[in-house]
T-cell receptor, first 111, second 114 residues
Framework: QQQVKQSPQSLIVQKGGIPIINCAYENTAFDYFPWYQQFPGKGPALLIAIRPDVSEKKEGRFTISFNKSAKQFSLHIMDSQPGDSATYFCAAQTGANNLFFGTGTRLTVIP | ETGVTQSPTHLIKTRGQQVTLRCSSQSGHNTVSWYQQALGQGPQFIFQYYREEENGRGNFPPRFSGLQFPNYSSELNVNALELDDSALYLC?????????????FGPGTRLTVT
């Protein structure tokens, strides 16, 4: 059973657009929600993370919105650039234990 | 500060063989987690080592085993390789022990089983 559900599977936006990637979870014991960016042939790189006591976190052009009651969280990329083209994974974690990953979203930003 | 490193980068093995993958954790980190990432999928948790002890295991058979050394580097061993073991194997290091949740990944080892 997929612990973290992610959508869409793929996304194409124009340069400057704001892609939004959504994730949902069921396990209310999760207390840490990171997003990872992965380029082909590379390992996932930690992008931004949020804890459930915060509804929004912004770092540079990346923003996480978190809805604890709906058990959903999303990643917004402001002013997207072709260099943002990558696969994005949401994840969830309980304490300092293992990560449960979503299935990934392949983002393409067209110049 | 040195990041997470893994070796080898690529590996080709035959079904039934055994393989050992290696990981050096980021400086100051005492916890290493291993993940398997099949093509087009998200990483799946294999197991975690904290201070040389296994500290959690995912849904993988016993032929997947590991070690962590006193310097916190780690090995993943897979016996009796199967075709479905072909994947990118990732290790991630973290501070562990509830001090920090962030896990930082290495570049991975691409294993191909023929």
């Amino acid at each position: 059973q997929q612990q973290v559900k992610q959508s869409p599977q793929s996304l194409i936006v124009q340069k400057g657009g704001i892609p939004i990637i959504n994730c949902a979870y069921e396990n209310t014991a999760f207390d840490y929600f990171p997003w990872y960016q992965q380029f082909p042939g590379k390992g996932p790189a930690l992008l931004i993370a949020i804890r459930p006591d915060v509804s929004e976190k912004k770092e540079g052009r990346f923003t996480i919105s978190f809805n604890k009651s709906a058990k959903q969280f999303s990643l917004h990329i402001m002013d997207s650039q072709p260099g943002d083209s990558a696969t994005y994974f949401c994840a969830a974690q309980t304490g300092a234990n293992n990560l449960f990953f979503g299935t990934g979203t392949r983002l393409t930003v067209i110049p | 500060e040195t990041g997470v490193t893994q070796s080898p980068t690529h590996l080709i093995k035959t079904r039934g063989q055994q393989v050992t993958l290696r990981c050096s954790s980021q400086s100051g980190h005492n916890t290493v987690s291993w993940y398997q990432q099949a093509l087009g999928q998200g990483p799946q948790f294999i197991f975690q080592y904290y201070r040389e002890e296994e500290n959690g295991r995912g849904n993988f058979p016993p032929r997947f085993s590991g070690l962590q050394f006193p310097n916190y580097s780690s090995e993943l061993n897979v016996n009796a390789l199967e075709l479905d073991d072909s994947a990118l194997y990732l290790c991630a290091s973290s501070l562990g022990s509830g001090r920090s949740y962030e896990q930082y990944f290495g570049p991975g080892t691409r294993l191909t089983v023929t």
